[in-house]
């Protein structure tokens, strides 16, 4: 289970009866819920990274700050190289 799933609940994982069902709108269904759980899997070092930036912040833990805000940078400029310019 990722952090994702931990955080918001979300349970992607459709029983097979469900994706091999004759339910019109099913297998659109089922594509955009790939596509949305490869957008998150994305994100999930970003989010991760400012989720521990912002607990330090809170701690007043100014050296964990400055390492965390390096592995923001860090995740970022991954997720900069990853995704084509928009």
């Known amino acids: 289970m990722t952090t994702t799933n931990l955080a918001f609940g979300i349970d992607w994982h459709l029983p097979c009866d469900v994706a091999n069902s004759e339910v019109p709108g099913t297998e659109e269904l089922l594509r955009t819920c790939t596509r949305l759980r490869e957008e998150l899997a994305e994100l999930e070092g970003v989010v991760s990274a400012a989720v521990l930036a912002a ?3 809170r701690l007043r833990d100014e050296a964990g ?5 390096r592995g923001l940078t860090e995740a970022v400029a991954g997720l900069e190289r990853r995704r084509p310019a928009e």
């Open 55 to 57: 607990t330090v912040f």
């Open 65 to 69: 700050l400055i390492d965390a805000m």
